[in-house]
Nanobody, 137 residues
């Protein structure tokens, strides 16, 4: 099983980046995917999560309106498009995959909010190694 993040780099404030998470070794279509980030000295934060069927993703308030998550099941890849980047977006970005019990929740968005807000609670199945995103001021 592998999740490989790519596309990180250095960008100026207001710039854009698109990072990718390529999956292999498991049935990608059956898994929800989330993007998480961790800045030095800070706790890990759930950025955006998308269910196995797509639907309405969850976005953290800090990125809503600037970031877009989308998945391409034909390529076993999930992307995070990041616009209007800010210095506070600087972090290592990780993707994670989980056979998430979305059916326990009323809506897909609620399920993905739970996955993003409490990844430790659900002990997400697979994690990538991360890609560094640095936004200069």
């Amino acid at each position: 099983v592998q999740l490989v993040e790519s596309g990180g780099g250095l960008v100026q404030t207001g710039g854009s980046l698109k990072i990718s998470c390529a999956a292999s070794g498991f049935t990608f279509d059956d898994y929800a995917i989330g993007w998480f980030r961790q800045a030095p000295g800070k706790e890990r934060e759930g950025v955006s999560c998308i269910s196995k069927i797509g639907g309405t993703p969850y976005y953290a308030d800090s990125v809503k309106g600037r970031f877009t998550i989308f998945r391409d099941n034909a390529r076993n890849t999930v992307y995070l498009s990041m616009n209007n980047l800010k210095p506070e977006d600087t972090a290592v970005y990780y993707c994670a995959a989980d056979f998430f019990p979305a059916g326990l929740f009323e809506t897909t968005e609620q399920a993905m909010s739970e996955m993003c807000d409490a990844p430790s609670t659900y002990d997400l199945d697979y994690w990538g190694q991360g890609t560094q995103v640095t936004v200069s001021s």
